[in-house]
Each structure stands twice: as structure tokens, then as C-alpha cells.
């Protein structure tokens, strides 16, 4: 590892340019120089190199497989077909493993290497997407409700996000000089950074809007969370928590996830200057000298949520008014067709694992790509939009091409809609192995086996159709949102997860340890006679978290704050 601090390079790098230029250009390596490896998350990269074949590439002398993952900002995951498809060949051309949708709605290329990580970005940015921001200790990309009806209240939700999202963009020239050969202006090392200043964020920075009674985007485990108030169909303004975040260290009890705070409404007009106030507290509040401790959720527990408010509005320049009423139904996504508002209609997809690829029998890149092909078609109508729970929204069809849309969906295989158990189409899981370097033990490869024997239990007790939330992750650091799943096993080491139990359907309260670093046999072991009083015990619509809360089998951690809402 480098010897400097993340800090440390951060400060040096000339705005994010450091010696990126030289490390692409060096043909010994296909990895990056140590700092630049840093460096690089901010232009929405990471290095990575494959770990099913690195004890094998170290016997015969060689270095690790190195390749790079690049990570799209989309807002609210949403693409036009025409995009849709630039985005296909691109991942067809440079990357492997086809397309994957992520939790925060963007798309991920992987396995690109070095050689071709310019030409990747620039065919990117061809499709008028870029990936500036998308990784790195700088606001990430941000999340939107997908699952509403489409409204004129849900687009303006959406626009606001967009424009929040572009307003808290780094200044830097450095993304298009080095990706896009812009003509580096003398001095532009010194750019001014208004909204993150010298040395960026202190780590990263998540922002939701979730719209009721929808909680897709699980709106509490973000840093920062707007949830839309809708009053007789129109937006009169968003509720404002602070402080979610679900990353984590194995035995460390000054790290745990944490669920946002509500603390007052703003109306559609004050969330550009709330959304600054508050990321820009963090830059100059936030722990710089204990990384593992720098999300916006330490500085609030550290500070005081009321002292972290009364900085917010002395830096927006406004009090912010009380909270309105609302409510949560689930944080699932909702599956099928469903009609808007002006007669268009809207298909959710169930994508395992956000993976998108022709292979093991599947056809879903192909059959995802004629679907591109009617929208373009149609007047150039519809449009993509990627769920936060990793699933994707065909959007904004015409009545008249519904069937169109279904043929495809029936010959490609992606139906699994109609078919899956609750349990399957609601689970999630981080990518992992082979390529996350923090990955302690299988998730998405992991994910179809396991739940098919969760599934196996729920038919032994009669709960086959019961909706239950289950996550995977491979490590702590949470980008599966595991601490949100009512079951969730959390990787300690290969084979070996701690099971988590508890959370609700609404996305509001956090799990908590039921049994610690136990293999398949004892988790399953753990979980039957669980499921066995489930069956017996629950009340009427009764979620198996809340029983279990209820029947006092897990209690909820008192240091982590519960989300009370009226």
C-alpha cells in the first residue's frame, strides 16, 4: 500500500490529476501507481484483479490479473434505449460479465483493462453519461424512487434530484482532460473546489429521495434522504433526514450501520441550499484523522443531531419547518406492469444480482437489447430506469406496444416476475468475489443457492408466498444494505457468515447479531426452528422481522437510533 494517507493524496493530487496519465501510459504494469489507484475512484473507476486465479498467477510469477470496474452517474438509474444500447456495445466490446445494475441505480462495467480503460470512458461519455463522481470521498450518484406510478409529482421529484445531483458535481477539469483530452488550461491544477474544498469529503456521501408509500431507495441508510411530501398530487416538499449508513468493521464497536434522523421539511426550492449546508458540514466537521470513523453518521453521534441541524440551517441561511405526516408500506420493488398517469404503462423486471448477460442459458443482454430496439422504434418513446434494489423499469411504454414488450420478455427469459418466490425476487446481494479486493466470502455467486434453500424451509412450514427481505454481503462495508434485511448473512470469511435477523419491511429498522461467524449448515440450522414458531406464532400480516422483535428472539441495539415516523 501506499504510504501515504488517503488524506494525504488527496491534497497533493493537483485536483484529482495526480500522475494518472503516466500510470495509463506505463505498459510494464496493468495496474495503476499506488496513489492513483486512490485517485482514480474519483473519476468513478476502481483497480481490481481477479482472486479465483491470483494464487495461481502468483506460483507461476506473475502479477495478479489487474483490470478495472467503472461505475456510471446516472440519477435515479435513468437511460434512454438509445443510450441503453450504446452502454450494450460497450460492454459487449471492453468489459466482462456483461452489465451489471447497482444499488445506487447506475450501471457497472467490469473486468476492463488498463489498455482500454480510455477508450471504455470515452465511448461512455459518447452516450452522453459520464462517470465523474461516482466513486471516491465526493457525494456519490444519487438515488430516486423508481417504483412509483409515474406523475407529474414523481418527475419533479426527479428533476430535483438530477439538479442536486449536477449542483454537488467536483469542479476539477481533471476527468476530461485525462479521459476526454480536453486542452489542460495553465493553472487549472488551482481550480477552486466551492462545495468540497482542498481535500474533498472525508469519505463518501449518499444521497436518496425516496416518495411515499414506496421505500425503494431505503432512504435511512443514506448520508443525506428526501422523502417527498405529496399533497392532493402535487410536491409541496421533502422531509430531510441525515446520518444513515450501513458500512462496518468485524469487531469494532466504533463502526456500526446507522439509520438516518428526520429533522424538519423543506419546500422544492430550499434543497439545493439544504443539500450544500449539509455536505458541506461534513467536509469541514467530519473525522479526517480516523477514515473508519469519517461518515457524516459518526459526526452526528459524535456532535449531537441538534447541534448537526443548527449548523445545516446557519449555513442554509433558513430554520427548517417541522416534519409533515407520512408513511412507508415497504422497501421492495414492485413487480409487473403498472399504469401512469397519462396512459403509459411501466414493467418491472426481477434481475438476480443486477446481472445482465447471455450465458448459463440466459439471454437477458439480448433480449433487453431488442427491447431497446422497439422503444427506439416508437417514436423514440420510453425509457430504462434502474431500481435501487438492482431490478430495471421498462418505462413510459405506449399502450399499443405492450406486447411487443412481453413477447421479448417471454422468448429472453426475463419473466422471473411472474414466477419467483417474494423471498427470490426480493433479495440482494454485493458483487464480492471474484473481483471486490474487500470481499471476505461469496454473495451474488452465492445468492441463487442459498435462497433455494431458505425457499426449501419456507415450503416445510407452509410460508412459500410470505414476503421476506433476505441480503447478502460479502464483507461489513454494507452496498448490499444487509443490515436492512429482515434475514441477512454478512461474510467474515470464506464459507462463514455472521447471521443478522430483525429488520422490517419498510426499510426503518436496523437488524441486529443473532448468530456469529457459522457456516451454511448451522445458519440454516438456526434458522429453521425460527421459521417453524413463525409459522405458528405471527399475527395477521405480521413481517418475520417484527415477530421476532416481537417475541423478543432479537432485540434492536439501543446505540442505534430506531426511525419513528407519524
Known amino acids: ?166 449542483h454537488l458535481l467536483p469542479n476539477t477539469r481533471a476527468y476530461y482532460e485525462i479521459w476526454l483530452d480536453e486542452e489542460k488550461v495553465a493553472g487549472s491544477g488551482e481550480e477552486v473546489e466551492p462545495i468540497y474544498g482542498q481535500a474533498y469529503l472525508p469519505r463518501k456521501f449518499k444521497i436518496g429521495f425516496a416518495i411515499p408509500p414506496y421505500n425503494d431507495v431505503d432512504v435511512y441508510a443514506q448520508d443525506l434522504g428526501f422523502i417527498a411530501i405529496i399533497e392532493d398530487g402535487k410536491l409541496v416538499g421533502y422531509n430531510v433526514s441525515v446520518g444513515g449508513g450501513m458500512g462496518a468493521s468485524h469487531g469494532d464497536p466504533e463502526t456500526y450501520p446507522r439509520l438516518g434522523d428526520v429533522i424538519g421539511f423543506v419546500t422544492p426550492e430550499q434543497v439545493i441550499a439544504v443539500g450544500e449546508a449539509v455536505v458541506t458540514a461534513q467536509r469541514d466537521f467530519g473525522n479526517r484523522a480516523v477514515r473508519k470513523r469519517a461518515r457524516l453518521k459518526y459526526t452526528i453521534d459524535d456532535r449531537g443531531l441538534d447541534w448537526f441541524k443548527a449548523e445545516v440551517e446557519r449555513r442554509a441561511g433558513f430554520a427548517l419547518d417541522a416534519a409533515r405526516d407520512f408513511a412507508f408500506a415497504h422497501n421492495n420493488d414492485r413487480f409487473g406492469w403498472v399504469e401512469g398517469e397519462d396512459g403509459r404503462w411501466h414493467l418491472t423486471l426481477r434481475i438476480p444480482s443486477g446481472r445482465i ?70 433479495a440482494l446481494a454485493c458483487v464480492a468475489l471474484p473481483t471486490c479486493g474487500l470481499a471476505m466470502a461469496e454473495a451474488e455467486r452465492y445468492l441463487p443457492e442459498f435462497v433455494g434453500k431458505v425457499e426449501t424451509l419456507l415450503d416445510t412450514h407452509g410460508l412459500r408466498d410470505m414476503p421476506l427481505n433476505l441480503r447478502i454481503s460479502g464483507c461489513p462495508n454494507g452496498c448490499s444494505r444487509p443490515y436492512l434485511g429482515e434475514i441477512a448473512l454478512v461474510g467474515k470469511a470464506p464459507g462463514r457468515y455472521n447471521l443478522m435477523l430483525g429488520a422490517d419491511h419498510r426499510g426503518q429498522r436496523l437488524n441486529t447479531l443473532y448468530r456469529e461467524n457459522i457456516d451454511e449448515a448451522a445458519i440454516l440450522a438456526a434458522l429453521d426452528p425460527l421459521l417453524a414458531r413463525y409459522a405458528g406464532e405471527r399475527e395477521s400480516e405480521e413481517g418475520f422481522g417484527d415477530f421476532l422483535v416481537r417475541s423478543q428472539v432479537v432485540r434492536i441495539p439501543k446505540h442505534i437510533p430506531v426511525q419513528v415516523q407519524a
Open 1 to 166: 500500500m501506499s504510504a501515504h494517507s488517503v488524506e494525504d493524496i488527496k491534497q497533493d493530487s493537483g485536483r484529482l490529476r495526480g500522475t494518472l496519465l503516466a500510470s495509463l501510459a506505463n505498459p510494464i504494469t496493468g495496474a495503476l501507481a499506488e496513489d492513483d489507484q486512490t485517485l482514480i475512484k474519483y473519476h468513478g473507476s476502481y483497480q481490481q484483479d481477479d482472486r479465483d486465479i491470483r494464487e495461481e498467477r502468483r506460483q507461476q510469477k506473475l502479477e495478479p490479473a489487474f483490470s478495472f470496474m467503472i461505475r456510471t452517474r446516472t440519477p435515479g438509474g435513468v437511460v434512454t434505449p438509445e443510450q441503453w444500447l450504446k452502454l450494450d456495445r460497450i460492454a459487449t466490446t471492453f468489459a466482462e460479465r456483461g452489465l451489471r445494475i447497482t444499488t445506487r441505480q447506475a450501471f457497472q462495467f467490469h473486468g476492463v483493462i488498463k489498455g482500454e480503460l480510455k477508450p471504455t470512458m470515452q465511448a461512455i461519455n459518447a452516450a452522453l453519461i459520464d462517470t465523474l463522481a461516482a466513486c471516491g470521498d465526493v457525494n456519490r450518484n444519487v438515488a430516486v424512487a423508481a417504483n412509483p406510478l409515474q406523475s407529474q409529482a414523481h418527475a419533479a421529484v426527479f428533476a430535483q434530484a438530477a439538479a442536486l445531483s449536477e
Open 357 to 426: 448477460w447471455d450465458r448459463d442459458g440466459l439471454s437477458h443482454l439480448t433480449g433487453l437489447r431488442e427491447i431497446a430496439r422497439v422503444l427506439v422504434k416508437s417514436s423514440h418513446t420510453g425509457e430504462f430506469r434502474m431500481t435501487p434494489n438492482q431490478n430495471l423499469v421498462i418505462a413510459g411504454v405506449p399502450a399499443s406496444e405492450r406486447w411487443r414488450i412481453d413477447a421479448l420478455v417471454s422468448s429472453h427469459g426475463l419473466g422471473a416476475h411472474t414466477t419467483a418466490t417474494p423471498t427470490r425476487l426480493n
